[in-house]
């Protein structure tokens, strides 16, 4: 066991943390390449691909963040399990893919695309064996990844079974989002503040800043789904209406008319037309608001300027 | 941390075992059922089904076989651990019925069958993420764990692959069934033995004793999928033929001739005519003896004799 239970009472001067971070940040890049190393070509190739194509590197930002801004002296020791929710996220957006025919992503073919359904469910599970072994030797964090990875299944599961009984209403929406997405933030941020010795506290309000930031962050990608520019988006965009699901589909169907034969278009439009989307925004704000609240607990450092600024990235994006 | 590493002089008594044991494979059992109890019907009534769908629990029992046969004093100890290996395994068959489009399984539709592809994907992701939760609490046996349940997927993706370039030839046979098979049997006995506090030797026989029955395990199982009756198989039968899969494949299709119509008769009558049975049989009734030449280094126990057991019934089985 490698836990430390240090006191936390020593936080980085801003000068340190802005030459360690970022080598921690290229310690992950180089973590996630390596651990797919697989003899088996198929698996290697596919998870490099997906891997190599980037993503915006959220989840594993807010566990060194949080790892940092609770005092955690050795950002390295916090690179296996930044990796770790980076591969949860990955393998999750590989499976996604194959059960929404999704063809591109992070602007290059999907892996179902690229190398068959077959090899995408394959590499979709290759990547969660990997987490296993990189979370390994980090004991009780393993349960609060356990959580947050079974959240995001159930939460796609919700999802799909809301769709297919066309009961995709506003609560259910919440509901998936908080568990789809919400979930694996909030245990990158308590996993971060967890490993760097911080109190219950510290622990329970970066987990809640987590999971706001989560919440936030799905709701901006909704709202990009259904507005952002497919180029810049590097995804399928429109899926989500295509699909049934996203906020747009549950704030607009209630009471658009089911018989039309453009479904898709009439929600669209009456959700463009209604106040949904300016819901939606103010919704993000105020999560994110939420979430810098918490912040309110930590001692002042250079981390939790940047994880303030990561909450306003997530709302002010356009991919 | 709950690892034990206590001394392994104390054998249990066979009175005592024969008392304990049964207690802890219907602990498994219970425990199987209680972890998938999500709140998201769809993936609680699918686990379910596959899960009391019964299988063989060779897995589970070995690991709390090796457990025992090592002097582990609490097989409550090894029920959580025991459990985690039949989930890796039930989530693989789940996903593998999905790729291979099996529709009965255990002698009861597929979960793919009755769920449907997209739920029976996010079951078995589902499964797999119980296992990072019933492993939290077991430090370095999750590397075991880790190891075996890779290898499966990598079998798995190795066979897919080579099938796909019709290059399945003995040496790629023996390859696939290491990994996807004889690995997670491999880490089920090494568990256990380490969980109980084994030395080195002790994990190393009970790995070895594992991997041997796993690779006899697999043999045998092709076998069966070849000749076997589907009534009794509960699964359906011929599959890995039509799949250009399975020993029959690799021993037959060296030589036939690849412009038949109905190549799949074709290999078959030719592993039935030719020697590829007798063959794979007296390898499975050599790979048997080997695993019990590896139980030579442990004190005499019923869990010893119960070991010995279970390799015999792993080839003489008739489903």
Do not use: C, W
């Not at 297919?164 to 909030?186: C, D, M, Q, S």
């Amino acid at each position: 066991m490698t836990m430390q239970h240090t006191s936390v009472a020593a936080v980085q001067p801003r000068t340190e943390l802005a030459e360690t971070l970022p080598a921690a940040f290229q310690a992950v890049e180089t973590l996630l390449v390596d651990a797919v190393d697989s003899e088996v070509a198929v698996l290697r190739d596919a998870s490099r691909h997906i891997i190599a194509a980037g993503g915006k590197r959220f989840r594993p930002r807010l566990t060194l963040l949080a790892y940092a801004a609770v005092g955690g002296e050795d950002p390295n020791h916090a690179v296996p399990v930044a990796a770790a929710v980076e591969l949860v996220h990955t393998a999750s957006v590989v499976h996604d893919d194959i059960n929404d025919h999704g063809v591109v992503r992070r602007g290059r073919p999907s892996v179902n695309a690229l190398f068959g359904r077959t090899f995408a469910l394959l590499t979709g599970d290759y990547l969660f064996t990997k987490v296993y072994e990189l979370m390994a030797p980090y004991g009780d964090l393993n349960i609060l990844l356990a959580e947050g990875t079974s959240a995001l299944v159930e939460g796609e599961t919700l999802q799909a079974a809301a769709v297919k009984e066309g009961n995709f209403t506003r609560e259910v929406y919440y509901r998936v989002i908080a568990l789809k997405t919400a979930a694996l933030f909030k245990s990158a941020g308590a996993m971060g503040a967890k490993l760097a010795g911080g109190t219950t506290k510290q622990i329970d309000a970066l987990a809640n800043f987590g999971f706001n930031i989560g919440l936030a962050f799905q709701i901006v990608d909704d709202i990009l789904d259904l507005i952002g520019d497919k180029e810049q988006l590097g995804k399928t965009a429109g899926l989500d209406l295509e699909q049934g699901r996203g906020f747009a589909t549950a704030y607009a169907q209630e009471g658009a008319e089911p018989s039309l034969d453009d479904k898709v278009n009439a929600i669209k439009r009456k959700a463009m037309e209604g106040d949904a989307l300016n819901q939606a925004r103010t919704q993000a704000h105020m999560l994110v608001q939420q979430a810098i609240n918490e912040l309110e607990i930590l001692p002042p450092s250079a981390a939790k300027d940047e994880l303030a600024n990561l909450a306003h990235m997530i709302v002010d994006r356009s991919f």
